[in-house]
C-alpha cells in the first residue's frame, strides 16, 4: 500500500487517477480548491475502496497554500510516495485578448506549482531510494498555442530533464501528454469542441483509459507517455515536422487589432 497525492483531484483525470489508485489499495491526498467536492470524493473512496483518503484543500495560485501542500509532499510520516502534478486549466483567448493576470495564474498553476512540488518530492523520495512522479502535460507541448501550450513544453522538458537527472536514484519521473480528453476542461475554459463527428469520435480519450495507460507506462519506465494510438501518431509527426508547419496551424487564431 501507497500514499499518492493527487492535484485537481476534484474532477476528470485527476479524479480518475484518485479512483485508481484507491482500486488498488493505496491511499491518497486529494488536493484542489473545491473542498466540498473532495469531501464528497473521500466519502466515495473510503467507502468503496477502504483506504484513506486526506482532503488538504488549497489554491496553488496561492504562495501559502502551495507551501502547505509542498510540506504534505515532503513529509516523513505517511509519506507521498507518488505524486500527480494534474491541476490545470485552458485558456480560450488569444494573448492580446487574456488579462495578464490569467496568464500568470496558467504558469502559477502549471509550471510554478509543478516545479515546486517537484522540487519537495525528489528531495524525500530520493532519500527513501524509491517514488514515481507524473507530471500532467499535453499534445499541446508540441504545439505553438499560447501560454497553454508553452507552459505545457516546460513541463514536458522539465520531466524529461528531472528524469534524467534522478536516473538511477530509484524515482521515475513521466510526463503525460493527453490529447482530448472527456472532462470538465474545455467547458471550464468555454472552449468550444466538437465531440460528435466522426473524426473527433475517435480523436477523444475517456479519462479511465488515458490513466490506465499512464500507469502502465509509469510501470514500463516510459518518460513520456502518449496514451492512444491516434495521439503517438500525432505527435510522432510533430516532433519530425519543420517549426514553420507546426506554427502555421495557429495562423487562422492570430490576432486582429480592432480599428
Ligand atoms: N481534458 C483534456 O482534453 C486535456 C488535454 C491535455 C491535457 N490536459 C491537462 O490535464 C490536466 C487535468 O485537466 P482535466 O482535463 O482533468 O480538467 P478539469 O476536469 O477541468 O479538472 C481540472 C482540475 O484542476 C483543478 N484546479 C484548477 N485550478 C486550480 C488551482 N488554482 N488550484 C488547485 N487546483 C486547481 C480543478 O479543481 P478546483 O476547481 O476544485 O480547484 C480540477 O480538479 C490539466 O493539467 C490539463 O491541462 C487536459
Not at 513521466?174 to 476542461?185: D, M, S, V, Y
Request: charged residues 25%.
Amino acid at each position: 500500500m501507497k500514499t499518492a497525492l493527487v492535484t485537481g483531484a476534484s474532477a476528470g483525470i485527476g479524479r480518475e487517477f484518485c479512483e485508481q489508485f484507491a482500486a488498488r489499495g493505496d491511499n491518497v491526498v486529494v488536493v484542489a480548491r473545491n473542498a466540498e467536492r473532495l469531501e464528497e470524493l473521500k466519502a466515495h473512496l473510503e467507502g468503496r475502496y477502504k483506504v484513506d483518503v486526506e482532503v488538504l484543500a488549497a489554491d496553488l495560485t496561492d504562495a501559502g497554500d502551495l507551501q502547505r501542500v509542498a510540506e504534505r509532499v515532503a513529509q516523513r510520516e505517511n509519506p507521498v510516495e507518488i505524486l500527480v502534478n494534474n491541476a490545470g486549466f485552458g485558456v480560450k483567448t488569444s494573448f492580446l485578448d487574456t488579462p495578464v493576470e490569467k496568464e500568470v495564474e496558467a504558469l502559477d498553476v502549471m509550471v510554478k506549482a509543478v516545479v515546486v512540488l517537484t522540487h519537495a518530492a525528489a528531495g524525500a523520495m530520493v532519500a527513501r531510494g524509491r517514488g514515481a512522479i507524473i507530471n500532467v502535460s499535453s499534445v499541446a507541448s508540441f504545439l505553438a498555442s499560447g501560454t497553454y501550450s508553452a507552459a505545457k513544453s516546460y513541463v514536458t522538458v522539465f520531466s524529461e530533464s528531472i528524469a534524467a537527472q534522478l536516473h538511477g536514484s530509484g524515482v521515475s519521473v513521466t510526463a503525460l501528454c493527453p490529447g482530448f480528453t472527456h472532462t470538465e476542461f474545455h467547458e471550464r475554459g468555454g472552449i468550444s469542441v466538437d465531440k460528435s463527428s466522426p473524426l473527433a469520435k475517435r480523436l477523444w480519450l475517456d479519462a479511465d483509459r488515458l490513466v490506465r495507460d499512464c500507469l502502465a507506462d509509469v510501470e514500463a519506465g516510459r518518460v513520456i507517455s502518449v496514451p492512444g494510438r491516434q495521439y503517438k501518431a500525432i505527435t510522432g509527426v510533430l516532433r519530425v515536422v519543420p517549426r514553420p508547419l507546426v506554427r502555421s496551424h495557429r495562423l487562422s487564431n492570430r490576432h486582429r487589432p480592432s480599428k
